[in-house]
């Protein structure tokens, strides 16, 4: 760990690398004779509004009232439209419920059980399984 004294002036190598200074007052390649920068000289934030003209800020308010019109416009479309979807949706929630349970009953209706039944209600008699062979006599 080196440690230094605060009293002691510390040694440095000079700069041996000379970067001249900008010269403000040499005539640069800007026609006008002058640099140009981002930023106009002297104009202050007072100079600024005074810029501003009544007419482009009423201009800006309307155009700024225009597209809030527009945009609430378009959110209570979609609003609606989600309603009608939601509406939509549950119908058809419904009627498929419904078709599944006559589709149940129809199955039932038709199932093997129930023709079984009424076959032998009907007085047919029960072959068994189909896996007997049936002989023919010719």
Known sequence: MIVQSPLK?????????????PDIESPSSSPKGKRSSGKK??????????D????????????I???GF???????ATQKLLEEVQKLESEYNKVRTQHDALK???????????????AEKAGFI?????????EVKK
Request: positive net charge; charged residues 25%.
């Open 52 to 63: 501003i003209k009544p007419w482009k800020v009423i201009l800006t308010t309307i155009a």
């Open 126 to 134: 029960n072959g068994g399984p189909a896996d007997k062979l049936i």
């Open 41 to 50: 000289a002297g104009k202050s934030v007072r100079n600024t509004i005074r």
């Open 9 to 21: 002036k510390r040694e440095t190598r000079p700069n041996l690398r000379k970067v001249p200074l």
């Open 104 to 118: 149940l009953q129809y199955d039932r209706m038709v199932g093997p059980a129930e023709i079984y039944e009424k």
């Open 70 to 76: 527009l945009y609430l416009t378009h959110v209570f």
């Open 65 to 67: 009232g225009v597209f």
